[in-house]
């Protein structure tokens, strides 16, 4: 067995965070960095589905602060890059929002409005801090990805920031997923329920010359994830549990730039006394330089699968964990840690070798199909008035009339 597959079978429940009063799914999640916060520790955001966002200390899994202000279903959470303080979330109700996490519960230090017909799905911010993307649902035949400088004001603009334009002609279909390249600030990747996942450099002057590849997954895109060495590479899952790994690096050469393609992962997936019922992420392993896939049963069983271009193969399962499907995960490179939640309302912290302490029992929170959790449910949060007299107004972006340069990361 290699290392780094010993190392995923170690893996044990170190903490489980505990019940609250209103349990709730548990949908994203992302950790700081480093040290932040009021206590300055490492801290843990988790999207829930009743609109709220939970951040809790990664060590003890306590909850240290909850935010409310979103009036739509929450698509996700970061940390900025560069300052630990700052938490980002997106909303369906059409705002990204900016949160202190030295002050919990108070409201967003920043707001981040989309034009009015804008229904989030989807966003991410750039490793720089600079730009922040979002991505829409189609609405009366437009679907959009919005983009914002991502700078916290120091006054009280009530308005909240505007958006600095869009790209609107890349994607037909609700834009599931929106990731910017670890490093390379300007390179983003967008996936779509049309199947396509397009890869764009923002430094260029119009969306026609920034769109650097189109990839076609011939279904609904689930989740993206950069890979490799250089993180050239993009691992796509979709809604039906397949699976596309292609290299970017191939698309100035002959070769073909489909490392796999896996249609149905339930059913090529060879599970030894197990089944498979669903793909969560991939995510990278920078120390073992591996793509790892990880996936679960609808009763929270999880498993760990190596990516190969033969095929994937199941390296371990963890075992007495949630009781529900599991909706994400958080790998940490730092000290092997992983951190897991899901439909059951628990947030799992598992690193390896480790005894868990709590005598508290899993608790089971009845929920409907993964099928039907899976897939997103639309809704509208505007009149079609407003939908047919604000589309107009959008700005198509060009990136190159912004001096980026004179923009700072935001700091608190």
Known sequence: MEDFEGQFATLSIAKRSEQTKDPTYLLDIDCSKTAAGAGNQQLVAV?????????????????????????GPICGVRFAQTSDNLLFSASG??????????????????????????????????????????GTEKVHEDTFMVFWYAQVLKSNDTAGAQPLGVYSESHNDDITQVRFHPSKSDMVVSGST???????????????????ATC??????SSINWSGEQYDQICCLT????????????????????????QDARETTEIQGGSLDYLIRGMY??????????????????????????????????????SATVRCFHWHTG????????EDAQLLLWKPGAVELSTAK????????SVQQKTRVHHPLISETEANTSHRSYCHISFRTFPFGLIFAPSL
């Open 285 to 322: 392993h920078e120390r073992a330089k591996k793509l790892v896939v990880v996936g679960g049963t609808n009763t929270g069983k999880l498993h760990l699968l190596d990516c190969r271009a033969e095929g994937l193969r199941h390296m371990c399962a963890l075992q007495d964990s949630h």
């Open 194 to 212: 049309d199947g396509l996942v397009n890869v764009f450099d923002i430094g260029t002057d119009t969306e026609d010359d920034a769109l650097l």
């Open 47 to 71: 999207s829930c589905s009743n609109r709220s966002i939970h951040v809790y200390n990664k060590q003890t899994l306590g909850l240290v602060g909850q935010y409310s202000g979103h009036s």
């Open 362 to 369: 899993k608790g089971l929170m009845k929920s409907a199909s």
């Open 335 to 342: 000290d092997d840690s992983l951190l897991t939640a899901g």
């Open 93 to 134: 109700d059409g705002t990204v929002r900016c949160w202190d996490v030295r002050t919990p519960g108070i409201d967003a230090v920043q707001v981040f409005r989309g034009y009015p017909s804008n229904v989030f799905s989807s966003f991410d911010v750039n490793c720089s801090d600079l730009v922040i993307c979002a």
């Open 216 to 221: 076609n997954s011939d279904s609904s895109v």
């Open 239 to 262: 809604h039906d549990e397949g699976l596309f790994w292609w290299d970017l690096a191939q698309l100035e050469t002959e070769e073909p730039i489909t490392l796999l393609s896996v």
